[in-house]
């Protein structure tokens, strides 16, 4: 008979907040200002201000402009964000509450900060 695996563990932060942190994070220590890198990667500053504050989920291509008018490889970006939730999980800041909100269910990590992970992991 097959083991279960138990799954209840807690909820991974959700995406858009660990991106959204790892930008400003990158823009600030390059010590670059909102609307420059706004205006570099041809959108709004409102609009890079939600999503550096997790409230947009931005497409694919966005990310790409950010990532891109910051200087910053796609590759080491999504690395850096994988580090960061490492961190937070080894530091207990992901079961006592951290600075991530999750509002998607506990069980099985998904999407991409789960992806992220795995290829750190390999």
Do not use: C
Not at 25 to 37: A, H, M, P, Q, Y
Not at 51 to 77: C, F, Q, T, Y
Not at 80 to 92: C, D, E, F, K, T
Request: avoid cysteine; charged fraction near 30%; proline fraction near 5%.
């Amino acid at each position: 008979m097959a083991e279960i695996l138990d799954f209840k563990r807690t909820p991974e932060p959700l995406w858009r907040e660990a991106l959204g942190r790892k930008l400003r994070e990158t823009r600030e220590e390059r010590g670059d200002r909102l609307v420059d890198v706004a205006d570099r990667a041809g959108i709004s500053v409102q609009y890079l201000s939600e999503i550096e504050r997790g409230r947009k989920e931005p497409s694919s291509e966005m990310i790409a402009a950010v990532a891109g008018a910051l200087g910053v490889d796609l590759a080491d970006l999504l690395i850096g964000i994988a580090g960061q939730v490492r961190n937070l999980r080894a530091s207990g800041h992901l079961r006592t509450g951290s600075q991530f909100h999750t509002s998607r269910p506990t069980g099985r990590p998904s999407g991409p900060v789960a992806m992220v992970g795995a290829l750190m992991a390999a």
